[in-house]
């Protein structure tokens, strides 16, 4: 069983630049949260997204969004990068709409020069 | 917002002895407290998870304890590995729809 799918793995973009990440969630699974990590701030939470639908949203500026396609796939956007925008953007899944059990996807890095 | 606060942020332990995690949290709201393995270059991997109307949980040498009352909980794991070594991330949730609260991490080392 395929477990969370994140393209691309790397990515290295411009200050002023945008950049869109890809999630494909475990097969079956229609419930999307997303993630920033960095080493200063740790985990910390984007957006949560269940039939393509945003429930909830963290406290990041307007350039983040994301949306969730009706195959439960998802994609995050982040516009006008900054260089404190460097980060590890992690991706979860979870089967039901319980919040419970989500599975982590290995994560795309975005350095921004 | 929740709050989640975790310590010690580095352990190191012995082969064979036992560590000891512990997270705080604030709002008596959340009901969900997952704890997550991370290995270098990997994403965080549930190792195991508790609700709130249980008071432990263990599985094979790893076990969480909560106590509502006091809004903590613990991950205990018994005679380490050094493949133990990781980052040990606990969280809060409030459950449905709502965000992972993290802690700042503890970073294991068994040597």
């Known amino acids: 069983k395929a477990g969370v799918t994140q393209t691309p793995r790397y990515l290295i973009k411009t200050r002023g630049q945008q950049v869109t990440l890809s999630c494909s969630p475990i097969s079956g699974h229609r419930s999307v949260s997303w993630y920033q990590q960095t080493p200063g701030q740790g985990l910390q939470f984007l957006f949560e997204y269940f039939s393509e639908t945003q429930r909830n949203k963290g406290n990041f500026p307007g350039r983040f969004s994301g949306r969730q396609f009706s195959n439960s796939r998802s994609e995050m956007n982040v516009s006008t990068l900054e260089l404190g925008d460097s980060a590890l953007y992690l991706c979860?899944?979870?089967?039901?709409?319980?919040?419970?059990?989500?599975?982590f996807g290995s994560g795309t890095r975005l350095t921004v020069v | 917002g929740e709050n989640v606060e975790q310590h010690p942020s580095t352990l190191s332990v012995q082969e064979g002895d036992s560590a000891v995690i512990k997270c705080t949290y604030s709002?008596?709201?959340?009901?969900?407290f997952p704890w997550y393995k991370q290995e270098l270059g990997k994403g965080p991997q549930l190792i195991i998870d508790i609700r709130s109307n249980v008071g432990e949980k263990k599985d094979q040498r790893i076990a969480v304890t909560l106590n509502k009352t006091a809004k903590h909980f613990s991950l205990h794991i018994t005679e380490t590995q050094p493949e133990d070594s990781a980052v040990y991330f606990c969280?809060?949730?409030?459950?449905?729809?709502?965000?992972?609260?993290f802690g700042k991490g503890t970073s294991l080392l068994v040597t």
């Open positions: 979860a899944s979870s089967l039901m709409d319980s919040g419970y059990g989500y599975t």
């Open positions: 969280a809060a949730s409030k459950g449905s729809g709502y965000a992972l609260n």
């Open positions: 709002d008596s709201a959340s009901n969900y």
